[in-house]
């Protein structure tokens, strides 16, 4: 919200103030998110301190403070060097890409186009799905980080499962949607229906993000922090590799995604690789992927016609801007979408009824209806 207003309020200025008011818009959100945190904390600091010492069997904490933060500190690092990985390769990316279509033939102008088509549109579409992903990780920590100080490596097996399933029931079905309507989503959001290629070409990345951020925020509830950023560092090492060869070759831009789609495929796979070794958990390929991916096929299927027949009819019946009957078209197709997904799963079995617990609020009643009509089956 501070980034529309800010960049709404300061755009009559210029471009650039309007670009600076964007940005500041991030700075403000995340202060704003803390403060939001730390009333949570003090308006609930008696019942933290009664949960903690319930927690800890009514023994004060033995650790010195400054040992503590001393902790705190060994953990936190290799998690913010994670996370700047990736923006440091986008910036190499941005001389790579456009030097490299200009060696290909594309002028200056077209090259930077393209490059801006790539990340400006497509890089920020990919990575809105992961919003959700992001805030699943985030409560997976404390998750396995609790299950592994009871020893219980059943425990921890579990939560691993219900996380990586969930990031996949959101994952496949976005990147599924995305590359389908890849051209309508671009024509409707920046007017650059050509953008489409690049976000079709992206779109498997957020399947291998969401399994990569999950997995991470898992292996640093076991407290192995530096797994996800060799990881990721061994992800961009490829993605530059590829990038450098790919994007000079028949798929220009689409090379470049490709790349990047590559560089995350890497990082998830080791990732869930060394969760494997570390708590003996196994992937499980029937529940946890191929059934949703064949309910986004079918979702896929069904989301490309009624988008199609939806525009087709809403010109010939509305006397509106073709942008706004694809917007309208869009959100239709999205909608049912979505519908068509979740009753897909179901019927393949593919949720259970532990998966549905876990579900804040509504979650016992949907296990409740789902029950009647046989819908999912008990995980055994």
Known sequence: VSALVLSFLLLPRGLEYGAAGATFGASFGALMSLLVLLYIYFSRRKYFAREMKIYRNGQEATQAFSTILYRIFTLSLPITFGSLAMPLMNLLDMSIVPARLQQLGFSMERATALYGQLTGFAGSIVHFPTVITVALAMSLVPAVSEAQALKNPRLIRNRLNLAIRFALFLGIPAAGGLLVLAEPICFVLFETPGAGYALAMLSPAVIFLA?????????????????????????????????????????????????????FFLAAFLNLLQLSRVTSWRFQWVETALKPLLATVLMSLGVSLIYRYSFYYGLQWWQLSERLVAAGALVLAIFAGIILFVVALFLSGAVHQEDLQHIPRIGPRVASWAASYNFHKRKK
């Not at 090379?255 to 590559?262: K, R």
């Open 211 to 263: 399994l990569y951020i999950t997995s991470s925020g898992a292996l640093q509830g076991l407290g192995r922090t530096m797994i996800p950023v060799k990881n990721i560092l061994m992800g961009a090492a490829v993605k530059l590799v590829l990038t450098w060869f790919l994007t000079a070759s028949f798929l220009h831009v689409g090379g470049a995604a490709l790349a990047t789609v590559s560089g």
